[in-house]
């Protein structure tokens, strides 16, 4: 896990997506154990696929977390922040496979501003 | 020398004059002689000496790599440096090697283990462009093994870059544009039995169709004041019931047991099925690029289109989970590892597609211009991938991935028929275990790579 990257409980971005990803069993471990996960330890990372394919898994992966932060969680875009960006950081997020659920967490919540999180 | 290992031997001396500590230690336990001041101090790293690098901090995964990287020393044998590392950032890391020098450092790289190499990657910091730079492109280093290559795995690397430059609005699709660049170089090209470098740009339109939802029913459910957790703090919204109860787990670090035992679980699985139900993604993308192999002695230009699919049912109940016959093996299986008590189908596990139509343009394809056929070609190309768990071990899951890639010329002359290069399969499996283990094989040929090769790869990864 990156060492500026703080997974925190008591963070919504945090929280959420760790909830998000294990109702969506992209991972499988509770809270404390899952910042540290990669990316090519999730679900949808097909190591056998070529990275084209494997780019459009985590597009359609965007898109469905997407849906559920804004549908489900009922969160809204960070100001100037739109969702076809959130969509691009968390695709990009997701194609780093050194990247941690931690690293994840910190696009999250550069561009969703959940329900009760302070600004 | 060729271009490929210029930019090897650059990469190293790089990485290795990042981790700077390991170096100077090397050159003491090894008896080689102390590092050179260019390969300590790369051009782009001025200031490498620094406390975070010095031979004092080194860790002890760092201190395991001395005997790999003990060859580096070689460069002082040139003359050209001082024996005292001086840090000058006016060293030109191109001029690090001659070419003798730079054969010698790769014989000596051969049959090296690679995991000792990604620990040395692995220390570097991100608060370092090096460090940073190597993550961002997902550089590796790895092992290859080959059917008709020498005995001894050969040592290389990989990288995998995918960034996404510019978007533009849009609530249902968008659009964007992405760099892209992925490659294997094994040190001895022979070994590689992915030698395949593509580097290009995409324009992506992409959407999503979800099942119709009752927006009025979700929301009445996510508003369910029989488990509403109470009034929101001074200040703030009330918080969303499912994010409520993320936070709680979470606070609580609650085992997964007790997460799936909850009432508040059942009912957010049954939102997610509703918001997400049949779910169908699709993605419309332009491309140009540039393949090669690893030396660059094959290259060739191809730019066209492609269209991809990625459909998943979140209703175990669906139709379409259950004609999901690509998953039904998988499903035995799980059946038999006692994953799952009924043999039924994954909806979330039908195969993606990619389909595409490529303009090639065999520039420098050294195969084809033997033939003397180097006009540009149409390609046709398809890939299935898909991936599917197979068991619980140890609290995580053994997952099996499958991918096929075929690449067909259209029309292609006689000569690139009879040569058999009009037509080009692809098929790679992998078994990924909990605690980092993996089991790949891989067999047939890409575009460039004209051998048919198969390998098994065992190897094991781990999260730092």
């Given at each position: 896990?990156a060492?500026?990257?703080?997974?925190?409980?008591?963070?919504?971005?945090?929280?959420?997506t760790?909830?998000?990803?294990?109702?969506?069993?992209?991972l499988?471990?509770?809270?404390?154990?899952a910042g540290?996960?990669?990316?090519?330890?999730?679900?949808?990372w097909?190591?056998a696929?070529?990275?084209?394919?494997?780019?459009?898994?985590?597009?359609a992966?965007?898109?469905?977390?997407?849906?559920l932060f804004?549908k489900?969680?009922?969160?809204?875009?960070?100001?100037?922040?739109t969702?076809?960006?959130?969509?691009a950081a968390?695709?990009?997020?997701?194609?780093?496979a050194?990247?941690?659920?931690?690293?994840?967490?910190?696009?999250?919540?550069?561009?969703?501003?959940?329900?009760?999180?302070?600004k | 020398?060729?271009?490929?290992?210029r930019?090897?031997?650059?990469?190293?001396?790089?990485?290795?004059?990042?981790?700077?500590a390991n170096?100077?230690?090397?050159?003491?336990?090894?008896?080689?002689?102390?590092?050179?001041?260019?390969?300590?101090a790369?051009?782009?790293?001025p200031?490498?000496?620094?406390a975070?690098?010095?031979?004092?901090?080194?860790s002890?995964?760092?201190?395991?790599?001395?005997?790999?990287?003990?060859?580096?020393?070689?460069?002082?044998?040139?003359g050209?440096?001082?024996?005292?590392?001086?840090?000058?950032?006016?060293?030109?890391?191109?001029?690090?090697f001659?070419?003798?020098?730079?054969?010698?450092?790769?014989?000596?790289?051969?049959?090296?283990?690679?995991?000792?190499?990604?620990?040395?990657?692995?220390?570097?910091?991100?608060?370092?462009?090096?460090?940073?730079?190597?993550?961002?492109?997902?550089?590796?280093?790895?092992?290859?093994?080959?059917?008709?290559?020498?005995?001894?795995?050969?040592?290389?690397?990989?990288?995998?870059?995918?960034?996404?430059?510019?978007?533009?609005?849009?609530?249902?699709?968008?659009?964007?544009l992405v760099?892209?660049g992925?490659?294997n170089v094994a040190?001895d090209?022979?070994?590689?039995?992915?030698?395949f470098?593509?580097?290009g740009f995409?324009?992506?339109?992409?959407?999503?169709?979800?099942?119709?939802?009752?927006?009025?029913?979700?929301?009445?459910?996510l508003?369910?004041?029989a488990?509403?957790?109470?009034p929101?703090?001074?200040?703030?919204?009330?918080?969303?019931?499912?994010?409520?109860?993320?936070?709680q787990?979470?606070?609580?670090?609650?085992?997964?047991?007790?997460v799936?035992?909850d009432?508040?679980?059942?009912?957010?699985?049954?939102?997610?099925?509703?918001?997400?139900?049949?779910?169908?993604?699709?993605?419309?993308?332009?491309?140009?690029?540039?393949?090669?192999?690893?030396?660059?002695?094959?290259?060739?230009?191809?730019?066209?289109?492609?269209?991809?699919?990625?459909?998943?049912?979140?209703n175990p109940?669906?139709?379409?989970?259950?004609?999901n016959?690509f998953?039904?093996?998988?499903?035995?299986?799980?059946?038999l590892?006692?994953m799952?008590?009924?043999?039924?189908?994954?909806?979330?596990?039908?195969?993606s597609?990619?389909?595409?139509?490529?303009?090639?343009?065999?520039?420098?394809n050294?195969s084809?211009?033997?033939l003397?056929?180097?006009?540009?070609?149409?390609?046709?190309?398809?890939?299935?991938?898909?991936k599917?768990?197979?068991?619980?071990?140890?609290?995580?899951?053994?997952?099996?991935?499958?991918?096929?890639?075929?690449?067909?010329e259209?029309?292609p002359?006689?000569?690139?028929?009879?040569?058999?290069?009009?037509?080009?399969?692809y098929?790679?499996?992998?078994?990924?275990?909990?605690?980092?283990?993996?089991?790949?094989?891989?067999?047939?040929?890409?575009p460039?790579?004209?051998?048919?090769?198969s390998?098994?790869?065992?190897?094991?990864?781990?999260?730092?």
């Amino acid at each position: 896990m990156a060492a500026d990257c703080n997974w925190n409980a008591n963070n919504l971005a945090c929280s959420n997506t760790w909830g998000i990803l294990l109702a969506l069993e992209e991972l499988r471990a509770k809270f404390s154990l899952a910042g540290a996960l990669r990316m090519d330890a999730l679900a949808f990372w097909n190591g056998a696929a070529s990275p084209a394919l494997r780019a459009l898994e985590a597009q359609a992966l965007a898109a469905r977390m997407d849906r559920l932060f804004v549908k489900l969680l009922q969160a809204k875009y960070e100001q100037g922040k739109t969702r076809p960006q959130a969509l691009a950081a968390l695709q990009a997020a997701l194609l780093v496979a050194k990247g941690t659920v931690c690293e994840l967490s910190v696009v999250v919540d550069e561009h969703y501003n959940f329900q009760g999180e302070l600004k | 020398m060729s271009r490929a290992s210029r930019i090897v031997a650059i990469v190293l001396s790089l990485a290795l004059g990042a981790g700077s500590a390991n170096a100077q230690d090397v050159g003491n336990a090894g008896g080689a002689p102390p590092p050179s001041p260019a390969a300590d101090a790369p051009a782009a790293e001025p200031t490498a000496r620094t406390a975070e690098n010095s031979p004092a901090d080194a860790s002890p995964a760092e201190a395991a790599v001395e005997p790999a990287i003990a060859p580096v020393e070689a460069p002082q044998d040139d003359g050209s440096a001082g024996s005292e590392p001086s840090g000058d950032a006016d060293d030109d890391p191109q001029g690090l090697f001659e070419p003798e020098q730079l054969s010698k450092l790769l014989d000596a790289l051969r049959g090296s283990d690679p995991d000792e190499f990604n620990e040395l990657l692995d220390g570097l910091s991100r608060e370092r462009s090096l460090g940073r730079f190597l993550e961002d492109v997902n550089f590796r280093f790895k092992a290859f093994d080959a059917e008709d290559a020498r005995d001894t795995a050969s040592l290389g690397f990989s990288y995998d870059f995918h960034k996404a430059l510019e978007v533009s609005p849009g609530e249902s699709s968008s659009m964007s544009l992405v760099l892209r660049g992925r490659g294997n170089v094994a040190f001895d090209q022979r070994a590689n039995p992915e030698d395949f470098l593509d580097t290009g740009f995409e324009l992506h339109f992409f959407g999503a169709r979800y099942s119709d939802v009752d927006l009025d029913a979700l929301d009445a459910r996510l508003a369910d004041p029989a488990t509403f957790d109470g009034p929101a703090e001074p200040g703030r919204e009330p918080p969303n019931r499912f994010q409520a109860f993320f936070t709680q787990m979470a606070d609580e670090d609650a085992e997964l047991e007790t997460v799936f035992a909850d009432p508040t679980w059942n009912d957010l699985k049954h939102a997610i099925g509703d918001l997400l139900g049949d779910e169908c993604f699709w993605d419309f993308a332009a491309h140009a690029s540039v393949e090669s192999n690893q030396d660059f002695s094959s290259l060739q230009y191809a730019y066209g289109l492609q269209y991809g699919m990625v459909i998943r049912d979140w209703n175990p109940d669906s139709n379409r989970t259950r004609f999901n016959l690509f998953d039904y093996p998988f499903a035995a299986l799980r059946c038999l590892t006692g994953m799952q008590s009924d043999f039924t189908p994954s909806g979330r596990a039908w195969p993606s597609l990619l389909v595409g139509l490529d303009l090639v343009d065999p520039a420098e394809n050294a195969s084809r211009e033997a033939l003397d056929e180097t006009d540009p070609f149409a390609r046709a190309r398809a890939e299935l991938g898909m991936k599917s768990p197979l068991a619980v071990l140890d609290d995580g899951v053994v997952w099996c991935s499958l991918g096929y890639r075929y690449y067909r010329e259209l029309d292609p002359p006689s000569a690139i028929e009879r040569a058999g290069l009009d037509e080009q399969s692809y098929f790679a499996a992998s078994l990924d275990f909990p605690q980092g283990w993996f089991l790949r094989y891989s067999t047939g040929t890409l575009p460039i790579d004209a051998r048919d090769d198969s390998a098994f790869e065992l190897g094991w990864s781990h999260s730092f």
